[in-house]
């Protein structure tokens, strides 16, 4: 048996913690519930959309990489990077904030 937590178990945790502080974090689509990788979408209104994916920093420690460049990107853009990683990865979970300081709930470094 692995220590790992199962990815549905640890992102029900986090959603609600989230919405309890009463910040929206839902999920937009279900992956492999034991070991999915998740993708995470901080959607900041018309400021735009950040897309953060689970990585590994150069000394195996969890972090998020984000995908979408250092400024927030369109939101049909964002639909669109995730319709990529989706067919890559089918088992990716995707979950959305919508958040308009940009925050998210994870302890991992942004990379």
Known sequence: MSGRLATDFWLKAHI???NDRGIPMLVRYKGEPQAGAVMVVINQGPEGCTILSQTRTLDGEPAWLR?????PIAEA????TIARARRR???????EI???QGRHPFE????
């Open 16 to 18: 609600k913690r989230w």
């Open 67 to 71: 995908v979408s460049g250092e400024a």
């Open 77 to 80: 853009d964002a639909e669109e």
């Open 89 to 95: 990865d089918p088992d990716l979970w995707v979950v």
């Open 98 to 100: 919508e958040d308009r």
């Open 108 to 111: 991992e470094p942004v990379l």
